[in-house]
């Protein structure tokens, strides 16, 4: 026992040693625990300090681009000649702003107009305050008059500089919305999206009404996202007024309504922390919110519009504004006008935009001249007014977009719901005006391919190169077609010098500047130059001789020379415009000027068509002074001018109706009959008016020759 008692104390010994060492492991450990949270904490505590510099680097991004944004658009807006619309848009919001007129072209709301006419008001500038009546036609020359009256050039800048506060803020609300509701790399890539689209340059510094229903349709249902996520009064009271201002700046915003009311059921039956039990109350609640929303929206509306429900200062002017009421929409719209729930100039403008989006037509697309307009006119357009490199990151979004659904589908489906509905309500319209109307979906969808390219490239590397590097050729092509984004058109369609075969309306007047420049380097002795525009190109120091539909100048029956014509010529559907361009259809330009919103033409060329247009418009002046004599002289060489026209024909059957010469008034007027219904395009309105005006003369005539 005693000789193993030292060795069991120097196992104890070892023990004890053993047990004393664990312990100071463990003190260790704890030490190395303690230092490492102390670790975690301190780069917390870093993060949190580096947050004001993350906030000022974003803020610091998005303000170069705007500055970016800004600058194309103002470096391209002082090289455009007036657009089309544009003397109407800043007339109208002159006459509202001075006179409180409202009844001035009231077919288009206010807001654009008004915040564009404001920096007009310290030039107090000449206008007639009296009550204006008159067609469209009339309402169009009046404008011209007086701005071209004025010193314009100034007028025009200040104008255009307002109305791009529009475009600026939608830059900012495409930022915040996609920092909102994904990230800080969504929000780059959809602003980098939007300020080198090509479309939204294009309309962005225009005084119109387009870029302002876009940018206050993005923020209505940005805030109708936010109002359901957190549901307090300023975010319902901020949906209320961004709707409002949406529906003063276009009545096409009137979509935002529905879409609402579709947002607000989905909202209630995909959120994840609602049960099924509980979806259908809180989708009431949400529509009742929406009803709520509509009320603040009407009385903004209201606001807008003066807080009178006549159009002009103590008295209306519009005894029916709305049509029959043959259907329940109509019939609540009679309704709504009855009570006075709205004002007077709104109606009457739903109205005339209503008819002129339902009314059918022949249409131009794709180089083709179709008797209706196509549901695929939407689809084409998109294509062909995309940058290649947007169409590439589309295909690459849908990869991104179907992984990332599950995660964010609340706010996919708040920017592919109204993206839809709008674009499914244009393709339902008969309107062929181009790809302006389908602005107001861009936005929305700029955000959403840039969700799904982000997504896409979090989960594949490669997937990073390739958006950065399509982003990268999406600018370029923007860039390269600078200043002309109005006839922009794809690479893959031959870019924009080649727009004018496939797209309408490529020419809105934009290019004098540019056809001036082109002719001080090309210069041509005998010059002409034919537009199909109400405005003198002579205004822009254009050293030709101008023709038009709207000009006073006698078109000759021969143009020799140099031939300036409006691309817009060679497309358009109208009888008229196609007499007027039917020398150059098939002739070859040999230059094109600002794309090929121009072209250039030389040779001789017969216009005897477009010379007719000349003696019928004689004829009419003459015949309503009552120099009878002269009207039929005039008439008479309007058909020996352009014996295979309607026109002349039908002008000379009311010349000689008038006259008292019954029977050969009978012989023209079956003349252009016949000669209408033999037109592939006799649907088109134009034709089926003067076809109806043909035989409203026939039984006339008829009725005085039994007499």
Not at 158 to 163: E, K, S
Not at 420 to 437: D, K, N, P
């Amino acid at each position: 026992m005693a000789d193993r008692s030292p060795r069991a104390r120097s196992r104890r010994q070892r023990l004890v040693a053993a047990e004393e060492t664990r312990n100071d492991d463990a003190i260790n450990d704890g030490a190395l625990k303690e230092d490492a949270l102390n670790s975690v904490n301190e780069f917390v505590k870093s993060v949190r300090n580096a947050m004001p510099l993350t906030a000022r680097a974003e803020s610091l991004i998005l303000a170069l681009l705007c500055t970016l944004f800004a600058a194309q658009l103002f470096l391209s807006a002082r090289q455009l000649s007036q657009v089309a619309d544009e003397p109407t848009h800043l007339y109208a919001g002159y006459r509202y702003l001075k006179c409180g007129d409202l009844s001035y072209s009231s077919e288009h709301t206010p807001l654009a107009r008004v915040v564009a006419a404001l920096p007009l008001l310290p030039l107090n500038l000449a206008v007639d305050c009296s009550p204006f009546e008159g067609k469209e036609i009339k309402v169009t020359l009046s404008a011209q008059a007086w701005l071209y009256n004025q010193n314009w050039s100034r007028a025009l800048a200040r104008a255009r500089l307002a109305i791009s506060i529009f475009a600026l803020g939608l830059c900012a609300l495409v930022w915040f919305a996609a920092r909102r509701m994904f990230n800080f790399a969504t929000a780059a890539v959809a602003t980098a999206l939007l300020i080198f689209d090509p479309n939204v340059l294009a309309y962005g510094p225009l005084v119109m009404t387009d870029l302002a229903v876009t940018c206050m349709m993005l923020c209505a249902v940005f805030s109708f996202y936010l109002y359901l996520q957190n549901r307090i009064v300023p975010l319902l009271l901020l949906t209320g007024l961004a709707t409002g201002l949406a529906l003063l700046a276009k009545h096409s915003a009137l979509i935002t309504l529905p879409a609402f009311c579709v947002l607000a059921v989905l909202d209630a039956v995909i959120s994840p922390t609602i049960s099924s039990r509980l979806a259908a109350r809180v989708a009431l609640r949400n529509l009742a919110s929406v009803a709520l929303i509509s009320l603040i929206a009407s009385a903004v509306v209201w606001m807008g519009y003066g807080m009178r429900f006549s159009a002009y200062p103590g008295k209306a002017l519009f005894d029916n504004p709305l049509p029959p009421a043959a259907s329940i929409s109509a019939r609540a719209l009679h309704a709504a006008q009855h009570y006075h729930l709205l004002p007077e100039a709104y109606f009457h403008g739903f109205a005339i935009a209503a008819s002129i989006s339902d009314r059918p037509g022949p249409a131009f697309l794709a180089g083709n001249v179709y008797p209706h307009p196509r549901w695929f006119s939407v689809p084409f357009y998109l294509l062909i007014r995309s940058t290649p490199a947007m169409l590439a990151l589309l295909l690459l979004a849908g990869f991104g977009l179907f992984t990332a659904f599950r995660d964010r589908r609340r706010e996919l489906l708040f920017l592919l719901v109204p993206a839809a509905i709008f674009v499914a309500a244009c393709m339902r319209s008969s309107m062929t005006g181009g790809i302006r109307y389908l602005l107001p979906a861009f936005p929305f969808l700029f955000i959403a391919i840039a969700a799904g390219c982000v997504e896409l490239a979090r989960r594949a590397p490669w997937a990073r190169y390739a958006v950065l590097g399509l982003l990268a050729l999406h600018a370029l092509s923007s860039l390269h077609a600078y200043p002309n984004y109005l006839s922009y058109a794809s690479e893959f369609w031959g870019g924009p010098a080649n727009a004018y075969r496939y797209l309408p309306w490529v020419d809105t007047g934009q290019a004098y500047m540019e056809a001036k420049t082109y002719l001080e380097q090309h210069p041509a002795e005998n010059c002409s130059f034919i537009t199909g525009w109400h405005w003198d190109p002579q205004f822009y120091g254009i050293p030709c001789r101008t023709y038009g539909l709207y000009l006073p100048a006698q078109i000759p029956p021969r143009i020799q020379g140099t031939v300036i014509v409006s691309s817009s010529l060679l497309t358009d559907v109208r009888l008229p415009e196609q007499e007027l361009a039917s020398p150059f259809r098939n002739a070859v330009p040999k230059a094109k000027i600002a794309g090929s919103a121009l072209l250039v033409f030389n040779g001789d060329f017969d216009t005897r068509l477009a010379a007719a247009k000349t003696e019928r418009d004689l004829m009419v002046r003459a015949a309503s002074t009552g120099q009878l004599a002269d009207a039929l002289l005039h008439g008479k060489r309007a058909v020996e001018l352009a014996p295979a026209s309607p026109q002349s024909h039908s002008f000379y059957c009311a010349a000689l109706a008038q006259a008292g010469q019954l029977p050969e008034a009978l012989n023209e007027c079956y003349a252009a009959r016949t000669l209408l219904l033999q037109d592939p395009l006799h649907e088109e309105p134009g034709r089926q008016q003067s076809l109806s005006e043909i035989e409203s003369w026939i039984a006339a005539a008829k009725a005085a020759a039994r007499k």
